[in-house]
């Protein structure tokens, strides 16, 4: 795989493209860069100046801006504007960069990154649009509501066109939300869906050409069943590289493979994504070769999947699974985009919150299994509440040894619920130790999980049950050997634990036994700060006695006792 490397200088004018393009090998990697933005509106990768453009969708209003990133994932520069973003879609030239803001549509010179000009749009609102370029015309969707009511499900949803500085209205419209995808691989088709329509409604999927001077509809289809069942949960769409066929990620199906001309179903479709996960975005590289399939899932479980566009081709997919506060959990819909040879994957990561990742994927030549070997032993054998815990295993890896360690990630879950554990190094022989202090008692499960690396598929989740224990404690006693009625007896004694501090205001229970068999119970001996604590008696009998000392236990401590004896001789 190729890609291509611009040098760029800063200029007045903001950053300009100089240089000739030069070929270079890949290095399989995955580049992460966090995304100043708690929202997502659209990405757009312009492969000729190598940049990613991506915008926010925040609802609102005030100046705001689109974010540009180069081919390594560096944020590089910005393009003010002048209210909130969202759509945009790169002319069929790639010169111009089209962006909607809440009341108007920008355009945007990608050489010089200046702003070129402006159109109406028909509302000023905060909801955002979907932009794209077909038949040398930009397109974009209208949702005339703000904020709270962007999203409520019998929304009027409408198709306008950019006519030199204002809007024609196209006719077309429908409720919900619509989505658009066009570009190079059919550059007079514009392609659009519903979505975010209500429950048991039956959304639609439809194309159009945008050739002549009116948008003229071709095929379109609904997918649900005679009985309701199987309809459309649109949440992006793409077209393969030679036009030939329509990708959609269907949340409610997984990636539906359709034939352009007629929207059927392809002879051959892609395997399912992996159980658990739901699909969210799909994306075509430009040279043809690959497609990748974003997804919501958690875990191990892939959220990305790279494989070759021919469902034909019977190789397996590359698997990325995201998960954790450097990477996001899930990829947001729309928010994959391809260098336009295939060399780079722009991926948009989120937690399901506010937070948003850029990732820069070099996918490798192959992809290789890894799997966890042998049973999980834990050191001590007994774990117990509020000491160290080690859980040890082996994970093995097929195909070349990773350039760095890889590491194993570990979730504790009990009674009191699900509670990340610091991730372990896997060492040259694939061994590892998870590392934990259990903080309460009874049962505790442990997943461990190996979520894959740029050349490694992850692992199947493996899982360790374990019954926690309250943390020992011991009594230790100093007393006479002999003593007198007269003079008393005075033992000493100190209560210790481990795992946890124990709590304050001890009180032990002191029996005392005589030669007799005779037991009664003493004055409760309390225990400082520091665990000591004191006794003091007067026997009543001569002869043998035993001074029996003892600690009922806590939340997390068992209880212990201790004997002394001391021989009365008068």
Known sequence: ?????????????????VGTPAAYAVTPSDEVAKLPISSFGAMVVDSAHERVYVTDGRKGSGASEVLVYNFQGQKVSSLATDQPVSGMALSADGATLHVSQSNRMLTFDTATQTRTGASFTPYDVTCGRDVAVAGGKTWFTETPYTDGYCDRPDNIAMLYGVSGTTFDDTGWNSQGRLRLEAGPEAPDRLVMGQAGAAEGANPFLTTFDASGENLVRGPSRRFADAEGKGALDLKDIAQSADGKRIAVADAAYGTRLLDAGDLADAPAGYQPLPDGAKASAVAFSGDGEYVARGAVASGSTADLLIQPADPADGTAPMEFAFEGALDGTRIVPQGLGWAKDGSRL???????????????????????????????????????VGEPLGIRGKLELDGPAPAEPVKVTAVREDADGTQEVAAAKVAADGSFTVLDV????????????????????????????????KAPTSIALTAPAEATREGGVEITGKLTGQGRALPSGISLKVTRTDRFGATGELTSAPVAADGTFRIKDLPSKRGRTVYAVSYEGDALHSGSSAEATVRVIS
């Open 1 to 17: 795989m190729t890609g291509i490397a611009l040098a760029v200088a800063l200029g007045s004018a903001g950053i300009v493209a």
């Open 438 to 469: 259990p903080d309460r008692v009874g049962e505790a499960t442990y997943t461990l999980r190996f979520l894959g690396d740029v050349t490694h598929r992850p692992a199947e989740d493996v899982t360790l049950t374990l019954d926690v224990a």
């Open 346 to 384: 722009f991926a948009v990561a989120s937690d399901g919150g506010g937070n948003h990742w850029l990732h820069v994927i070099q996918p490798p030549a192959a992809q290789y299994d890894s799997r966890f070997t042998g049973a999980l032993t834990t050191t001590p054998t007994q774990a117990v």
